[in-house]
């Protein structure tokens, strides 16, 4: 029983740690957005404001990511189980699977062995690919396998208590 707390509490962690490292991102997309006011060209003004409200409302999902994983997340509840699966898997996957991240990397990739490279780009910055799209790249990735770690590692948690109660046999009475 208390493995099982324990996975909940460590994956409730990891949740936190890749919603939170989103926080900065988003936030600097909100600020350029606010920065469009005083852009000449409307295409890139218009642009930065359709950021600044993707950026608004990606910290709402991150606010409520949060939420979900203190207030109910952690006691176990089914359904908070089922909202981080929704974050993970409907708005993390595509925004790593997004244009605007992969198409810079992605004209630069030559094969699955340049992958080390790119890592190796992101973290310290040698020459060969965009630094910033491979850094991005890299970030995401990390953040997605976190939060895929995060809802697997407690999943007998919570759906393996169901099958035990319909299991056991009742004390008592009739």
């Known amino acids: 029983m208390q493995i099982h707390r324990n996975a909940v509490f460590i994956s ?33 003004r218009l642009y930065l404001r359709e950021s600044a409200a993707l950026g608004i409302a990606s910290l709402a999902i991150v606010l409520i990511g949060l939420i979900v994983t203190w207030a109910a997340y952690i006691r176990k509840v089914r359904w908070a189980w089922f909202v981080m699966s929704v974050i993970v898997w409907g708005w993390v996957v595509p925004n790593l699977v997004h244009p605007d991240v992969m198409y810079p990397v992605s004209r630069h990739l030559i094969g699955i062995t340049d992958l080390p490279a790119l890592f190796l780009e992101a973290i310290l910055g040698h020459a060969g690919f965009p630094r910033d799209a491979s850094r991005n790249l890299v970030q995401l990735t990390v953040i997605f396998l976190l939060m895929v770690i995060a809802l697997v590692l407690p999943i007998r948690s919570f759906f393996a208590g169901a099958r035990e109660r319909k299991q056991s046999p009742r004390v008592g009475g009739s």
């Open 12 to 44: 409730s962690v990891l949740f936190t740690i890749a919603l939170l490292w989103l926080v900065p991102p988003l936030v600097q997309h909100v600020l350029d957005g606010r920065a469009a006011v005083h852009e000449n060209d409307f295409g890139l």
